[in-house]
């Protein structure tokens, strides 16, 4: 399970990077004023070039391919939810590295979200193991 959880919080730091990346890169492309394909294409070209949201695509990448690698070696209903820390570290990336301000209200849901990931991995640990099968024996012997 260590293993697992080592992957784990390396495709968050990543999923983290490349959220805050992605957000960095979508501001300096500038926003859509209006809905328009004229628009929306302007702002794609832009985009396509940003170099921040070529590194936040890349770094979210990684942790699909993280992600793929746990959920084929990992029940779902433990993995899954345990990405739910990715907020916890989203949140305090955009905290010091884009400087937004974070309020008490959101530091407590992301209080909630590490207790929810915190009872889910203990669940993982109460968990009962599966017992060895009995050994066949042959009927009417």
Not at 25 to 46: C, D, F, N, T, Y
Not at 55 to 63: I, L, Q, R, T, Y
Not at 128 to 135: F, M
Request: positive net charge; aromatic residues 10%; proline residues 4%.
């Amino acid at each position: 399970m260590t293993k697992l959880i080592l992957i784990l919080v390396t495709g968050l730091v990543f999923e983290a990077v490349g959220v805050v990346y992605l957000s960095r890169g979508l501001k300096q492309a500038g926003e859509i004023k209006q809905v328009s394909v004229k628009e929306v294409l302007r702002v794609v070209k832009r985009g396509v070039t940003n170099k921040s949201i070529l590194f936040g695509v890349f770094c979210e990448a990684v942790f699909f391919g993280t992600l793929l690698v746990l959920m084929s070696r990992g029940d779902v209903s433990f993995i899954w939810p345990l990405t739910a820390l990715g907020f916890v570290l989203t949140t305090i990336a955009a905290k010091f590295v884009l400087h937004e301000e974070v309020s008490f209200l959101r530091w407590s849901g992301v209080l909630l979200i590490m207790l929810g990931a915190g009872l889910i991995t203990y669940s993982e640990k109460v968990k009962p193991k599966p017992s060895a099968p009995a050994a066949a024996t042959a009927p009417g012997r």
